[in-house]
């Protein structure tokens, strides 16, 4: 299994919208709605923002939203602010008791 | 609260064995897989496998086939993942997950332990 394509880095200014995409394949994110998204800061483990495409975890903020088109499932945030700066990683399930990772993405709020 | 908790950083040298643990608590042990997730230094996350405590049969990601050991204690609410000859390119840190699965696929991963740092040196 191929690792799943983010782009390495995006930035955005305080109060804007990002959009960070993350490219499968029919086998992995086209065939399954089981795409999540995880935040990571610098030293500490990742947490689930996003889970089967577009649901939130309890307590997560609803400026975060997810979506897929066929092979390809996006995370966007609204309203940047200070503290959504880290590292972000989308999955898939990929079949066979496996998942599938990105290689992540490092958002830089300027 | 829901929460795994890892043992601690382990500094080992080639060659050597290591096993490293992962303690639920929270949540009905038995109902939830455990899965083990690599991130080795500045990079990205991998999938090495899952467990489930009901029937203690570990799944293997291809590529951490034979690599490594999947295990569990239900008894005492406790997964694990050992090696039994360390090399230096297993320097990474590890964490320990809580899968949620629906009809044989994996819906969710959540929580994440806070990691165990296993640095292989000679």
């Known amino acids: 299994q191929s690792a799943l394509t983010q782009p390495a880095s995006v930035s955005g200014s305080p109060g804007q919208s990002i959009t960070i995409s993350c490219t499968g394949a029919?086998?992995?994110?086209?065939?399954?709605?089981?795409v999540s998204w995880f935040q990571q800061h610098p030293g500490k483990a990742p947490k689930l923002i996003i889970y089967?495409?577009?649901k939130r975890p309890s307590g997560v903020s609803n400026r975060f939203s997810g979506s897929k088109s066929g092979n390809t499932a996006s995370l966007t945030i609204s309203g940047l602010q200070a503290e959504d700066e880290a590292d972000y990683y989308c999955?898939?399930?990929?079949?066979?008791?496996?998942?599938?990772f990105g290689g992540g993405t490092k958002l830089t709020v300027l | 609260e829901v929460q795994l908790v890892q043992s601690g950083a382990e500094v080992k040298k080639p060659g050597e064995s290591l096993k490293i643990s992962c303690k639920g608590s929270?949540?009905?042990?038995?109902?939830?897989?455990i899965g083990w997730v690599r991130q080795m230094p500045g990079k990205g996350l991998e999938w090495m496998g899952i467990?489930?405590?009901?029937?203690?049969?570990?799944r293997y990601s291809p590529s951490f086939q034979g690599q490594v050991t999947i295990s569990v204690d239900k008894s005492i609410r406790t997964a694990y993942l050992q090696w039994s000859s360390l090399k230096a390119s297993d320097t990474a840190l590890y964490y320990c997950?809580?899968?949620?699965?629906?009809?044989?696929?994996?819906?969710?991963?959540?929580?994440w332990g806070q990691g165990t740092l296993v640095i292989v040196s000679s």
């Open positions: 997950v809580r899968v949620g699965r629906s009809q044989n696929s994996i819906n969710w991963i959540d929580p």
């Open positions: 929270g949540y009905s042990f038995t109902t939830y897989w």
């Open positions: 467990i489930y405590p009901g029937d203690s049969v570990p």
């Open positions: 029919s086998s992995d994110v086209g065939s399954y709605n089981l």
């Open positions: 089967e495409v577009t």
């Open positions: 999955s898939s399930y990929a079949g066979s008791n496996s998942v599938v």
